[in-house]
């Protein structure tokens, strides 16, 4: 005869509603209702794993089988675990935080068991409109119980036909809602994703070869599998490729265990290109072999946009959900080991494979000039090989020293600096990219070279040596070359260059926090910091014209001036013209206009040649 027992929890005791607990679970707890499949299945793990603790003598290999019926609106889990007795349904499986596998973690915490919070089996009734277990203990394989409910308020306990076969059945009568996951191809999705590294067996409907069917790389290097490093490298590549969804892996490293954390698994670099402040850093956690988190991001340095991995640990301790992890000193031991592999990783593929090194450069270029001011090591990795942008494109850093010294132009490419080094034939670095002007800081004063930073008053200084004129000839000069610079009478290089029209750049980054309405954006934090720097700009002009006075043209055009020579007019309209047009970008003032200077341009040269 059955034996049925009737049960109502009486939870309340403890002040818990059940009816509010689901609607946390449903809209709050989890991110997706999706996940309380995957907590189903880790619950028929866990009770696979506690029959091996619990009954040495069973050797066979697990198995868990999830089965979708579509047209009877079911999922079904199925495993060959250690069963449950009515006494452990009513203790554990209908108790709300009450959980068997957690006591079997207190005892010992290296078993492999995974559930924590004796939340998993209420997920269940998030996907379900009934939920039904049919149950046998390796305890005593002649009963057969099963567990009915709609609510998990409520539920009944059947004592069945035994079946004599170990293990638990859990039949889910799916919500309208979730109808979907009765389909082979959820499932596959689904379990495919949170269950991949799990070490027991999964099988969807009557598929012959398991969603998990074979262990990650790094696994069978503690299985003391024997690999060659050619054939280790494609499976450790292929492995990534099934976790990193936009780009193609360049190279793989490990991530290897160290005294302060168990993590272990393997890092990425993607394949590609990258900005600066591109972050497309990817990392999926493992935590005993069930997915907790794919976008762990924030546990890969900030730096490393370009990264991907996979990691496990058994340290790590989820939060009630498991999607997301508590930030202790666990947390942080793996974000420090994640940065140590990262960095010895990149470190190794330099020294050994040349030809996939020049690769991540390519790539990565960018990102990883911002990196190297981010630890001390990969500076000196990277120092001498990294490219950075210039007046000539893209060149090492020791290409761009001339007689011991970098020149980087703060401005934007195609300002005073550009005309004057274009003249010179020496590169400028474009001190306006990321990471530039901080990255040549460190390396000049590594190298002990001298870095110029044009557009400043200091770096101008060694630029330009102040000549002088007579005060009437200075009145001349600002009146036909100049509109509103301040004329700066100097000699420099080259001596082909008339004059050049200077930005103080230190001025103009002055003028644009104090007029640019984006200050608004600003942090007021970030703005009064910028403005205590700006406060001691006290320029009160931006732009100023250097007249060099190794220059013939200019030679002769204050010799025409003192002698009242006819054609000053025409030489003064051409020089002027050359002036608005070398201004480019920095031609600051409205009433320079380009047009009327190529205007002007064409007059002057019919004047000359009339006068010829």
């Not at 005869?1 to 009816?19: F, H, P, R, Y």
């Not at 308020?153 to 996951?181: A, C, M, N, W």
């Not at 200091?458 to 509109?483: C, I, R, Y």
Request: hydrophobic share 40%; glycine share 6%.
């Amino acid at each position: 005869m059955s034996k049925v027992t009737t049960i109502e929890s009486k939870v309340c005791v403890a002040g818990v509603d059940l009816n509010g607990l689901m609607q946390v679970l449903s809209k709050h707890l989890y991110s997706t209702p999706m996940v309380a499949l995957r907590e189903l299945v880790q619950n028929a793990h866990d009770s696979i794993v506690r029959r091996r603790i619990e009954q040495p003598s069973w050797l066979d290999k697990g198995r868990i089988t999830v089965i979708g019926d579509r047209q009877n609106k079911q999922v079904r889990i199925i495993d060959t675990g250690a069963g449950l007795t009515e006494y452990e349904i009513h203790t554990f499986l209908a108790t709300v935080g009450v959980g068997y596998t957690r006591q079997l973690r207190q005892k010992d915490d290296e078993t492999g068991l995974i559930g924590m919070f004796g939340l998993g089996f209420l997920s269940a009734f998030v996907l379900a409109k009934q939920v039904t277990l049919i149950t046998t203990s390796y305890q005593s394989t002649g009963q057969t119980w099963c567990y009915r409910s709609a609510n998990a308020e409520q539920y009944t306990v059947t004592e069945s036909e035994p079946r004599h076969v170990v293990g638990t059945e859990i039949i889910l009568d799916l919500k309208d809602e979730f109808l979907f996951l009765s389909t082979q191809e959820s499932l596959n999705k689904i379990l495919g994703r949170y269950c991949i590294l799990l070490n027991e067996p999964i099988y969807i409907n009557d598929a012959k070869e398991a969603i998990n069917p074979e262990s990650p790389p790094w696994r069978k290097k503690r299985e003391d599998v024997v690999v060659h490093p050619l054939q280790e490298q494609r499976q450790c590549l292929s492995f990534a490729a099934r976790f990193e969804q936009n780009f193609e892996p360049i190279c793989t490293f490990p991530v290897i265990p160290d005294e302060q954390t168990d993590v272990i698994g393997m890092l990425w670099v993607q394949d590609g290109a990258t900005y600066g402040t591109s972050d497309n850093r990817n990392l999926s956690i493992f935590l005993r072999g069930m997915l907790l988190d794919d976008d762990a991001r924030d546990l890969l340095p900030s730096w490393a946009g370009f990264i991907g991995g996979v990691i496990e640990s058994n340290r790590l301790i989820p939060t009630a959900s498991r999607e997301d992890l508590q930030k202790d000193a666990n947390y942080y031991a793996v974000q420090h080991a994640l940065n140590e592999s990262l960095i010895n990783g990149l470190a190794t593929i330099a020294a050994k494979q040349p030809e996939v090194w020049r690769r991540i450069l390519k790539r990565h270029n960018e990102a990883l000039l911002g990196a190297s001011l981010c630890d001390e090591r990969l500076f000196q990795l990277l120092m001498d090989t990294i490219k950075i942008p210039t007046s000539q494109g893209d060149l090492t850093a020791q290409a761009l020293v001339s007689s011991h010294t970098i020149h980087v132009m703060l401005g934007s490419h195609g300002g005073f600096e550009d005309t004057l080094f274009r003249a010179l034939q020496v590169p400028v670095a474009l001190g306006d990219r990321y990471a530039v002007v901080p990255f040549l800081r460190r390396y000049t004063l590594a190298k002990k070279y001298k870095l110029i930073e044009l557009g400043t008053e200091k770096g101008n200084q060694h630029l330009f040596s102040l000549a002088d004129l007579p005060a009437n000839d200075m009145e001349w000069l600002t009146k036909v070359l100049a509109d509103g610079e301040d004329i700066v009478i100097a000699r420099f290089m080259p001596i082909e260059l008339p004059f050049v029209v200077v930005i103080d750049r230190e001025a103009e980054l002055k003028k644009r926090l104090e007029e640019d309405e984006t200050d608004k954006k600003i942090s007021q934090a970030a703005l009064r910091l910028a403005r205590q720097f700006t406060a001691q700009i006290t320029k009160t002009s931006m732009v100023k014209l250097y007249i060099n006075l190794n220059n013939q043209a200019i030679i002769e055009l204050l010799q025409a001036f003192h002698a009242s020579n006819p054609q000053v007019e025409g030489a003064v309209k051409l020089l002027k013209s050359l002036k608005i047009i070398m201004s480019g970008r920095d031609n600051q003032n409205q009433a320079l206009n380009l047009n009327q200077a190529l205007i002007d341009f064409t007059q002057a040269v019919q004047i000359i040649l009339k006068l010829s």
